[in-house]
């Protein structure tokens, strides 16, 4: 019986192993370019070639290199949100296995439209945040871990990472003067806790003007000293 048990054990850690590394088997449908390989538990309609086309647009702004395919898979069943994003929370817009896989999950989603799905929960402005918003900024964050290293990522101000994902995933420079302004009205978007980095994108911003992303990464600065310049 002991024995039994043993091997169903490494029997289902095997099988969620290999789902981790390779999860193509719960998404069947697939839909790619050069760099990307779009995947989805749900038929994927050609409307995808313009998110996928946006997403490299936005990707043009990175200063790391681009080196795909990266896998993206479309959740469309939160269960495979919330186990391969390993969170008990799908509160989030998508993640990126930057240390196994490299695959990148992705919230519920309308490709036709370019959005994903936000739960009840969200509360701000989905505009500025389609569908290759979220797909740029993941990729991001799997440039940022092959370009640094794993042990630098690990070191890496999350404030950093995340601000420059943004810069990269919002596909165009940042309104300076609105953020600004809702930073010194003290805006509920300007707090990282309500789900959205617009108080790091905006540090980013601003030293991306004098530095390069990798100078920031050696020696990384108070980013409130940035901001309090920025009132």
């Not at 995808?48 to 997403?55: G, R």
């Not at 939160?78 to 799908?90: N, V």
């Not at 994903?116 to 991001?140: G, K, Q």
């Amino acid at each position: 019986m002991f024995k039994l048990g043993i091997t169903l054990a490494v029997l289902v850690a095997s099988v969620l192993f290999t789902l981790t590394i390779w999860p193509d088997l719960l998404f069947f449908y697939d839909f790619r370019d050069e760099n990307i390989i779009l995947r989805s538990d749900e038929p994927i309609p050609p409307e995808a070639i313009n998110v996928l086309k946006d997403v490299e647009r936005r990707l043009e702004r990175s200063a790391l290199p681009l080196d795909g395919p990266y896998k993206v898979y479309i959740c469309n069943k939160t269960w495979k949100l919330s186990f391969f994003g390993r969170r008990t929370s799908t509160n989030f817009g998508g993640v990126s296995d930057v240390y196994l896989s490299r695959n990148i999950y992705i919230r519920p989603a309308d490709i036709r439209r370019n959005s994903v799905l936000p739960p009840a929960s969200w509360r701000f402005s989905m505009a500025d945040r389609p569908l290759s918003y979220f797909i740029a900024h993941e990729i991001t964050h799997i440039q940022q871990v092959e370009f640094i290293g794993v042990l630098r990522y690990l070191q890496t101000p999350a404030w950093l990472l995340e601000g420059y994902a943004d810069h990269i995933g919002k596909g165009k420079n940042l309104d300076i003067g609105d953020s600004r302004k809702a930073l010194q009205d003290g805006a509920p978007e300007m707090d990282p806790k309500n789900g959205l980095y617009t108080r790091y994108q905006l540090a980013v911003e601003l030293l991306l003007r004098e530095k390069s992303f990798m100078e920031l990464v050696e020696d990384p600065p108070d980013p409130e000293s940035v901001l309090r310049l920025a009132k």
